[in-house]
């Protein structure tokens, strides 16, 4: 089955900074991606679509200016988590879909990554 | 609004029980539904997709129908493992949009 990648898979940091999560599909093309926020024992929560060259489209109450999204290729949407604070820490996973299958929509989902914000 | 309930919340069988999952959404429009295993602190495995066309799917031991009119899916497990251990979610898709709404999940624990 096709492979979705996640950089880094962990990564603790101090509170004002911030942190770039990679997410790549390996083996297809995704025109678009979806970043989902995991809090402890709770589901995923959906917070953008990223779109290949166009600028992503963020759920109510995702601010934009926080959480920047980046598609530059067919194959790699980052988000860059601005300026974290501790409660930005969470469980972020992206999802992508075959670009090239028109049929019935199969997400691959990354493995995900735990962001602790000191 | 799409709401996604799932029930029950956590569930603890024997090895070898058949056993039933249950997911309930608000809105019986959608344009699939998915199941998906996701193991502690890893990412998500679909495990089957329903159409809304359709009623049911099967993959292996698991047995995964759809009943639209009534808001509900259930799936169905064979002859559990201890393998099957994991956290249970079930998503619908909403419009041609490819958004999913997941529910909050059952965790399943598989004694052996």
């Known amino acids: 089955g096709a492979v979705v990648s996640q950089h880094p898979s962990r990564v603790i940091c101090k509170s004002g900074t911030s942190v770039k999560i990679e997410c790549r599909s390996l083996?297809?093309?995704?025109?678009?991606m979806f970043w989902y926020r995991q809090f402890p024992k709770q589901s995923l929560m959906l917070m953008a679509t990223s779109n290949e060259g166009s600028k992503a489209t963020y759920e109510q109450g995702v601010e934009k200016d926080k959480f920047l999204i980046n598609h530059a290729s067919l194959t790699l949407s980052t988000l860059t988590v601005t300026s974290a604070h501790p409660e930005d820490s969470s469980f972020y996973i992206c999802s992508a879909r075959d670009s090239t299958v028109s049929s019935y929509n199969e997400q691959f989902f990354g493995p995900g990554t735990r962001l602790t914000v000191l | 609004k799409q709401e996604v309930t799932q029930i029950p919340a956590a569930l603890s069988v024997p090895e070898g029980e058949n056993l039933v999952l249950n997911c309930s959404f608000t809105?019986?429009?959608?344009?699939?539904l998915q199941w998906f295993r996701q193991d502690p602190g890893k990412g998500l495995t679909s495990l089957l997709l329903i159409q809304s066309s359709q009623r049911e799917q099967t993959s292996g031991r698991l047995n995964a129908s759809l009943d639209k009119s009534s808001g509900r899916s259930t799936l169905y497990i064979a002859a559990s493992q201890p393998g099957d251990s994991a956290t249970y979610l079930c998503?619908?898709?909403?419009?041609?949009?490819?958004?999913?709404?997941f529910g909050s999940g059952t965790r399943l624990l598989v004694r052996p």
């Open positions: 998503a619908v898709e909403r419009d041609s949009s490819y958004k999913l709404i």
């Open positions: 809105d019986s429009a959608i344009y699939n």
């Open positions: 083996d297809f093309q995704a025109t678009t």
